[in-house]
């Protein structure tokens, strides 16, 4: 977020942050949304997941979103959210898909299997959400090789570093034109490398 934040400030991002979502109160996105001038909105998810949905649509249509951009958002989002934005959500995964993605397959969880499947690369998967966790068609991937025997460590370090510039660089790219969003019936394709 600070990224696509930072690069709408500095005028490389046609773009407007519309809001900010989190199902946590007091989060550090939440902060950094406010200072710079950014609405917040928290929708708590665990007590009534419809409510929860009913709330984040209705938040997102409120703010006039256009685009949602999933960053840090490791909650599945319910069919009224995605009725309303489908093939309008955006989320950034730190593997390749669909290998390495699915229920449970985050943060340092991913580099760890990538270590121990010996692959010789990794990479970063801009994808549009559906129902299924990093199952949605894929927009663009990044790939990223490794060395033999890299470490999970070493493996979330070259991520970690590639996801930012890549996400910015996947929204530019949509925000000019030159990346259209896939639709359902399209095959699955790697759009930008």
């Known amino acids: 977020m600070r990224a696509i934040v930072g690069a709408i400030e500095s005028g490389r991002l046609r773009a407007e942050p519309r809001l900010t979502v ?10 950094f949304a406010g200072a710079h001038g950014i609405p917040q909105c928290v929708v708590p998810t665990k007590a009534d997941p419809v409510r929860a949905d009913r709330m984040l649509a209705l938040a ?6 256009e ?4 960053s840090g958002y490791l909650r599945k989002l319910g069919p009224e959210t995605l009725g309303a934005y489908a093939n309008r959500i955006l989320n950034i995964h730190p593997a390749l898909l669909p290998a390495f993605g699915g229920p449970g397959m985050y943060g340092r969880r991913v580099h760890e299997a990538v270590a121990a499947s010996g692959v010789a690369e990794t990479g970063v998967t801009v994808h549009l959400v559906d129902d299924q966790y990093d199952h949605g068609p894929i927009v663009a991937t990044k790939h990223i090789g490794l060395d033999t025997g890299e470490s999970a460590a070493s493996i979330e370090a070259k991520v970690t570093a590639a996801e930012p510039g890549f996400f910015v ?16 019936s399209d095959p699955i394709s790697d759009n930008l490398h």
């Open 169 to 184: 660089q996947v929204l530019q790219r949509i925000a000019e034109g030159a990346l259209r969003l896939p639709q359902p």
């Open 22 to 31: 989190s199902n946590r109160p007091g989060t550090p996105a939440l902060a």
């Open 67 to 70: 685009l949602v951009v999933l």
């Open 60 to 65: 997102l249509a409120g703010a006039g979103v």
